[in-house]
Structures are given as structure tokens and as C-alpha cells.
């Protein structure tokens, strides 16, 4: 690093070097995707763009560096398209001196500025930020250069400096580039805490000498697209994270732990530690470790086929604006439903960090959640939780064939004696009884003695045996008993009922070793098992989306894995080995209905987040989630989706246009197959609504994916659902919908009317719930009502699917109804 300033300096520089790749050409492809977009990303002016506000410019340095999220740019008039307006020649040097005119050879725009009769190195356009910027705050800077000077050397090192007064300049970022081209000057820099910044000016410059020449040093050149606005770093994942055909890990735009598997209506659900609240990327592109302190929300994910999941976003469990307030962490959730009182509920046990552990109730796998305790379930006051040094977290929760539940919780018990009894018995879990409500504890907690044991304790049963799995401890800085489990795996007991008793002698051998055995990269262990379609499966994490985010190092951010769970005949457990493959497709996708966008096999460059309505395909209690983030080259798709032998006639998308010129292409099988379906999302920007395109080749079973095209640097639309139509010979079957009042209620109404000569049988689907309309015999109608207990309806549409026989063939048509909303108050 070479200081050309006259005094000491501290920055954060870029320095270009050229390309060199050691890699083969498929893997460049791969990454091609994050290179481009954050370099298109780098000429993003600052645009209104909708309801989304501005987006402005963000520096690409190497493929892990974040997009920048959206900022002010301080700099006033940065494009010229205003003229010299905010700008003046440096006249922080006596000696320098500089004249500025307004030129149209520009970058981008119809405006630069021009720079010659340059006295000294650092004459150049500069500008005032006194008031603008502020100490100890993180900024990113980038600006457009170029000179063209015949007599100048062949490439030129250009700055952007700041200059906080007296003798004080800094370079912020610099670029080498070649004469007559536009070069770019990035950077990303931190004000030092006690900096003075009340005079704070930025200019562009060569490199300082001594004794400067006109035309090596001191060329005419040009300047466009000055941008400086503070780092504010998107946990948007643009790397691809998950191989189209792998099966693990199970999401690659975001970040979960400690899954915890729940099987409800043929579907799994899995809880997740929302390690994606931690990670907050820097300058540098890589996060700080992740020390878990700031996570108080669960992720949910589901999935009935085990390769395409549906993100369900966040449970705000804890903290000031979470449902339990008086806790302050979420870790390692376990969910379990029971009937209590002629109704299912839904109980989400959670980890107040590793000090108790609380307990929410819902209506649904999905909520909504409520705390109906008022209170954390387990602490130092339950009767044979504590000795005083295990922890209290990780709960881990069964209920019996005969309606009894039971809470598995603990960890730790390091007693710092490097003793060999407190590293191989430390006796840190414990199991208790629930109450028959599930959020009281019955008798006291007994303690379980697993070898090695250490966390993540979780109990199931197959054929009248239980297994208590767990993770072993690392060592305590004791011998570690030879017949034990390895450090850092996932062990397990078998005994013959759920209060074991849980003792060395039925340690039964190791199910998973640590995820660095597999992966590369080790960290904790954390594991559950669930029965799905006569299956047994097993979840674990393990830090590879976050090792392919850096390139290789990790900063503790796990991801869910899944594999198949094997049995010997005497009922002990296969060992698992932990692959990027997962397991194989339960089932192919039925596409005739409406999909939730956020369902997702594979995908590169997009992000989730919450809109306002019901989810059309969960239900009006579930929360909705649509895909945001989408800009030019971003793409998601869907696993095995099976269009049928006449196949699909029309894609419908449920859009949020917010740049003119989107599009959403459809191809089979690969990112790069022939387009398939182009939809132009050229509704009003702003205003969700269907839009639509003829889709033809589609039929038998394909591999979907969506790829998303517009503008470069803007983000392009949401997306909220997908729906396809078939291309089946039509039913001539027609259906409506209406909501009317009964009471303070809103009822909701389908009618069918079938206009064939043959029995016509149908069902609807809508954000209430999936309801049969059954067999409507020819020409006659039927309605179908859905109770939505709600007082108020946003507008919305009811999904019918029509079955019959004409002419001796099956035939089918999937309808839409959409009704007005409704209020009852």
C-alpha cells in the first residue's frame, strides 16, 4: 500500500488486479450471475422507483461483498446533469487551481464535467459535505473517470480523497484505468470516531508528487456518477448457495439452526434459530461472528415433498416486539400439537438463551401464536431443573400414544474440574413431565445421563422403543471415555418408556458425526427426527451456505440439512452421513393451483419478506410472503412439477411491478434452457395484480424454472403466487364468488354452474381453507360457503377445480373467482 498524501492517512482502499482463474469453466458460470449483477448494480442512479423509494449505486469488490441497501446519496448533482451546480475546483492548496465546464461525453445521463488547466495533483472537482457526513459512520463511494489525453501514459491512477481540513486527506477509493475509457473509483471507508468533520470536502485527484508533470500528471479528465452514501449492507444472498440438484441445504436465501421437525396434514414443518438476525455483513462482504445474543424470532419452513420448500417467514417470539416479552432470546424451538378440550393446538417451545425456556401457543403448525402462560416453563425454580451449572435451554418435546407430553431440555455442566466423570457424565439434561396443557410441568425434572452429553436433547418412538438423541460435549478438557460417542456428534439412548430411565447402559451408539467430518467446516451439533409417507428422516445444520458465501470461511451461520433415517433389525439407528444430495422428491409438484412464489427447489439473488392479505394457498391465519429483492439475472424455481399428459396452457403471476420493463421467462429443466413463457409485467407500478402469458411444450414432468429480466440497477417487482392453467380440453363449467354478512362475520360464497352433459365434480380452494363442492349433476349448480370469521375481507379469489368425463376421457379445467371485499363492522 503506497501513501501518496503529505501526511499520515488511515483508509479502507479497493486495489484492482487482473483476472486469473484456477477454476473450471462450469464453476465460473455459476458465479458469472453475482459478478453481474453487482456490477450493474454500480450504475444504479437514484430513482423513485414506486412505493420501494430509491435505489442507488453499490460497489462490486469481489463476489462475497453485499449489495449495498438502499441510501441517500449525499453527493449533490453527482450525475452533472445539473450542471456544475454543488461543484468548484480543490481550493485546499494555495498553489492548486483548476477550471470545470460542463460536458456532454458522459458516462451515463447527458451530463460530466471536464477538468483542465490543472495546477497540482489534487485539483480537481470537489465538493462540501460539511454537515453531511459524520464520524465513526461507514460510507461507500464511487465515481466514473476517464482522461484521454494522446501524450498521457497508457493507463492513469485516479483518487477520491477527503479532505477534513488543514494538511488532513484521505483517499477513500481509487481505480487504475485505461486512457480513454470510463473507469471506476470504489471504495468503502470509516470516519475515524475523532475526526473532526465540520469542514469535510470531497474531491477526485492523481496520485501526489512533487514535482508533477503536465502530461503525466496533471492531464485534462472527466468525471460523472459521484456517489457517496453511508454502508447500509443487505443480507440479501446473491451467491449461488445451493446447486440446481441438490438437495442440501434446504434454503440458500437465508440462514436457520437447530431444526426442529414437525408433521401436520402430510406436510413437515421446520423451526429454525433465525441465525439470518445476526448476520450483518460488512464492508468486506463477510459478517462478524454470529454470537446468537441478538436472535429472538423463529423461522418456519414446510415442505410436503421435501425438496421444494415454502418460506413462512419469522415468529416474533421474544424481545420488545416479540409475543413473550419478558424473554429475550428464541433458540432452538420444538413444536408438538395435542387436542385439548375437542380442539388442536399448537405448542412452540423455545430457548430463552441458555437460562429457561418458554412456550407459545398457536391455532395452526403456522399460528397465528400467542402466550397463553404469561410466563417462562422452565427455569432455576423448577423443581430438579438446576445444579447450578447446566444450562436450561434446547428443549426438546414428545406426547405419547396415550395423550401424556414430556419436555427433554439442558446442556452444558462443564464444572471446569477437566475431571473424567464431569466430561463423560456431567448429567446436564433433564426430562419432565408436562401438564395436560402442555404449558404447566408436572412432578420434578429427572436427570438424564447420556456419555458425553452436552445439548440439543429430542426423543421419538418406533416400535414401542424411544430414542433420546443428543449432542456430545467437546471434551470438558477431560480423557474422553474410548466407548463413548466422538466429541461434537449426535449420540443416542434407547429405553422402554420416555422417562427412560435415561442411564450410560442404554447408550446405543452415534447416528451423525459432527458436520465438519462431511462438510469441512465443524461448529455445533444439533439434530430431530420425523416420519413422513412411512419414512423416517432426520434434520441437521451445518455451515456450508455460509462457507460458500466467503469462499470458505465461516462465521458460525448455519443452515437445516436433511437426510433418510435407517434402521437396523435389532432397531438401532444406521449412521447418517451428511450430504449436499438430501433425499429423494416425495412427490411431483401439482400445478394447478395456486403456488406460493416463496416455495423454492433452487434459486440465486432474491429475498422474502412479509406483504399485508392472506396467503392464498395457507390460509387467511398464515402469514404471506412474497419474493422481493429481484433484479436483472436473479431466477427461482420448483422442483419436479408435473404439467400432465395435454399439459399447461397459461402461467399466471401474482405481481408488484416497481420498474417499467420487467419480465418473467419460464424455461424447463435448466436457468438456461429456450424460453418457454415470457410474462411482460407491465401492470401499473405500485398495485399488485395478475398477470399472465401462453405457455406452450409444457407437458409431463420438468424441473420449472423462473428467471427474471428488466433494467439493470433497479429492482424489477414482487412476486406473490403462481398458478397454471391446463391446456386440457375445457369443461364448460363457470364459477363465481361472493362474501355477504352474517352478523358481524364475513361469509364467504363460491357457486359452480355446470353447462356439460355430464356429472361434474368439483372442489374450491381459497385463503379460508380447501372445502369439496362435490358431484353437480348436468345443468344444475352448487355453492360452497367458507366461514372466515373474520369481521373484514380484502378482495380477493376463490380457485375451483372441475373433474369430469367427456366423451369417455377424463377431463378437468381449473377456474378463478375473485370477489370484492368486505366489511361488517
Known amino acids: 500500500m503506497t501513501n501518496n498524501e503529505k501526511v499520515h492517512v488511515s483508509a479502507s482502499l479497493v486495489a484492482p488486479y487482473g483476472a486469473r482463474s484456477c477454476r473450471r469453466t462450469s464453476e465460473i458460470k455459476e458465479e458469472d450471475h453475482v459478478e453481474q449483477r453487482l456490477r450493474r448494480l454500480i450504475r444504479r442512479r437514484a430513482v423513485a422507483i414506486g412505493a420501494a423509494g430509491a435505489m442507488l449505486a453499490a460497489g462490486f469488490i469481489v463476489s462475497a461483498v453485499p449489495v449495498q441497501a438502499a441510501a441517500s446519496n449525499l453527493i449533490a448533482n453527482g450525475g452533472f446533469e445539473d450542471g456544475l451546480v454543488g461543484w468548484f475546483a480543490n481550493n485546499g492548496n494555495a498553489s492548486g487551481g483548476a477550471t470545470l465546464s460542463p460536458t456532454t461525453d458522459a458516462h451515463s445521463g447527458s451530463g460530466a464535467v471536464l477538468v483542465t488547466g490543472r495546477k497540482t495533483t489534487g485539483s480537481g472537482p470537489m465538493q462540501d459535505l460539511s454537515g453531511k457526513v459524520q464520524a465513526g459512520r461507514t460510507y461507500s463511494v464511487t465515481a466514473r473517470v476517464k482522461y484521454e489525453n494522446p501524450n498521457s501514459p497508457a493507463t492513469k491512477q485516479f483518487f477520491v480523497t477527503m479532505h477534513y481540513g488543514g494538511s488532513t486527506n484521505t483517499n477513500l477509493g481509487t481505480v487504475t484505468t485505461a486512457r480513454g475509457q470510463w473507469g471506476l473509483i470504489q471504495g468503502t471507508f470509516t470516519i475515524p470516531a475523532a475526526q473532526n468533520v465540520t469542514t469535510a470536502r470531497i474531491f477526485v485527484e492523481t496520485p501526489w508528487t512533487s514535482a508533477p508533470t503536465p502530461d503525466t500528471d496533471?492531464?485534462?479528465?472527466?468525471?460523472?456518477?459521484?456517489?457517496?452514501?453511508?454502508?447500509?449492507?443487505?443480507?440479501?444472498?446473491?451467491?449461488?448457495?445451493?446447486?440446481?440438484?441438490?438437495?442440501?441445504?434446504?434454503?440458500?436465501h437465508k440462514f436457520g439452526a437447530d431444526g426442529n421437525a414437525f408433521v401436520h396434514g402430510g406436510r413437515v414443518y421446520l423451526y429454525l434459530t433465525n441465525d439470518t438476525q445476526m448476520y450483518k455483513p460488512g464492508p468486506d462482504g463477510i459478517s462478524p461472528t454470529n454470537t446468537y445474543g441478538g436472535i429472538n424470532t423463529i423461522t418456519v419452513i414446510s415442505s410436503d415433498d421435501l425438496v421444494n420448500w415454502v418460506d413462512h417467514g419469522e415468529i416474533p417470539v421474544a424481545g420488545p416486539n416479540g409475543i413473550a416479552r419478558y424473554a429475550t432470546q428464541s433458540w432452538a424451538p420444538a413444536v408438538e400439537s395435542k387436542v385439548i378440550d375437542g380442539k388442536e393446538k399448537f405448542f412452540l417451545y423455545f430457548a430463552n438463551s441458555g437460562g429457561a425456556t418458554g412456550v407459545l401457543v398457536g391455532d395452526s403448525p403456522l399460528g397465528p401464536w400467542r402466550d397463553d402462560r404469561g410466563s417462562l416453563l422452565i427455569t432455576s425454580a423448577t423443581p430438579g431443573a438446576s445444579n447450578g451449572r447446566n444450562w436450561l435451554f434446547d428443549p426438546g418435546v414428545f406426547i405419547d400414544d396415550d395423550g401424556k407430553g414430556y419436555l427433554y431440555f439442558g446442556g452444558g455442566g462443564d464444572d471446569k474440574s477437566g475431571s473424567y466423570e464431569n466430561t463423560n457424565h456431567p448429567k446436564s439434561t433433564r426430562v419432565i413431565k408436562l401438564g395436560d396443557d402442555m404449558i404447566s410441568t408436572s412432578g420434578s425434572a429427572e436427570v438424564i445421563d447420556a456419555p458425553l452429553v452436552f445439548e440439543a436433547g429430542h426423543v421419538f418412538k418406533r416400535e414401542g422403543k424411544y430414542y433420546y438423541s443428543y449432542s456430545s460435549n467437546f471434551g470438558f478438557s477431560g480423557p474422553v471415555d474410548p466407548n463413548g460417542p466422538p466429541t461434537g456428534a449426535i449420540a443416542y439412548l434407547m429405553a422402554d418408556s420416555p422417562m427412560g430411565p435415561w442411564t450410560p447402559d442404554k447408550y446405543a451408539g452415534v447416528i451423525f458425526r459432527n458436520p465438519g467430518t462431511y462438510f469441512g467446516v465443524g461448529g455445533n451439533n444439533h439434530q430431530s427426527v420425523f416420519k413422513l409417507g412411512g419414512d423416517y428422516y432426520f434434520t441437521y445444520h451445518a455451515q456450508t451456505l455460509n462457507r460458500r458465501i466467503t469462499g470458505g470461511a465461516t462465521q458460525g451461520f448455519r443452515s437445516p440439512h436433511i437426510a433418510k433415517l435407517a434402521f437396523n433389525e435389532d432397531g438401532t439407528i444406521k449412521e447418517v452421513i451428511g450430504t449436499y444430495d438430501g433425499v429423494g422428491q416425495l412427490r411431483n409438484v401439482n400445478p394447478y393451483r395456486v403456488i406460493e412464489a416463496e416455495t423454492i427447489a433452487w434459486q440465486q439473488g432474491i429475498a422474502t419478506k412479509k406483504v399485508d392479505g392472506p396467503s392464498a394457498q395457507f390460509g387467511a391465519t398464515a402469514p404471506n410472503l412474497a419474493l422481493h429483492d429481484i433484479d436483472n439475472g436473479d431466477w427461482t424455481s420448483l422442483a419436479s412439477v408435473d404439467f400432465g399428459e395435454h399439459g399447461a396452457?397459461?402461467?399466471?403471476?401474482?405481481?408488484?411491478?416497481?420498474?417499467?420493463?420487467?419480465?418473467?421467462?419460464?424455461?424447463?429443466?435448466?436457468?438456461?434452457?429456450?424460453?418457454?413463457?415470457?410474462?411482460?409485467?407491465?401492470?401499473?407500478?405500485?398495485?399488485?395484480?395478475?398477470?399472465?402469458?401462453?405457455?406452450?411444450?409444457?407437458?409431463?414432468?420438468?424441473?420449472?424454472?423462473?428467471?427474471?429480466?428488466?433494467?439493470?440497477?433497479?429492482?424489477?417487482?414482487?412476486?406473490?403466487?403462481?398458478?397454471?392453467?391446463?391446456?386440457?380440453?375445457?369443461?364448460?363449467?363457470?364459477?363465481?364468488?361472493?362474501?355477504?354478512?352474517?352478523?358481524?362475520?364475513?361469509?364467504?360464497?363460491?357457486?359452480?354452474?355446470?353447462n356439460e352433459k355430464a356429472h361434474v365434480r368439483a372442489s374450491a380452494e381459497s385463503a379460508y381453507g380447501t372445502r369439496p363442492i362435490g358431484t353437480i349433476p348436468a345443468g344444475k349448480q352448487k355453492s360452497r360457503s367458507f366461514p372466515t370469521r373474520a369481521e373484514s375481507l380484502p378482495a380477493g379469489e376463490v380457485a375451483v377445480t372441475a373433474t369430469a368425463r367427456v366423451h369417455g376421457k377424463p377431463v378437468s379445467a381449473s377456474l378463478v373467482a375473485p370477489y370484492a371485499a368486505r366489511s361488517c363492522r
Not at 229 to 249: A, C, D, H, R, Y
Not at 665 to 672: E, G, K, N, P, W
Request: charged fraction near 20%; glycine fraction near 8%.
Open 218 to 252: 496533471l492531464m485534462d479528465f472527466k468525471v460523472d456518477d459521484v456517489t457517496l452514501q453511508e454502508f447500509v449492507p443487505s443480507t440479501t444472498i446473491e451467491v449461488l448457495g445451493k446447486n440446481p440438484g441438490e438437495g442440501n441445504p434446504l434454503i440458500s
Open 649 to 754: 396452457a397459461r402461467l399466471t403471476a401474482k405481481v408488484l411491478p416497481l420498474a417499467a420493463g420487467g419480465k418473467i421467462q419460464l424455461r424447463l429443466d435448466a436457468r438456461d434452457a429456450p424460453v418457454a413463457a415470457t410474462i411482460p409485467v407491465d401492470a401499473p407500478a405500485g398495485e399488485w395484480t395478475a398477470v399472465s402469458a401462453e405457455l406452450d411444450g409444457a407437458s409431463g414432468v420438468h424441473d420449472v424454472y423462473f428467471t427474471y429480466t428488466g433494467p439493470d440497477g433497479a429492482d424489477l417487482f414482487e412476486i406473490d403466487s403462481w398458478a397454471f392453467a391446463t391446456a386440457e380440453p375445457p369443461l364448460k363449467v363457470s364459477a363465481a364468488a361472493e362474501t355477504r354478512c352474517v352478523g358481524r362475520k364475513v361469509l364467504l360464497t363460491v357457486r359452480v354452474t355446470n
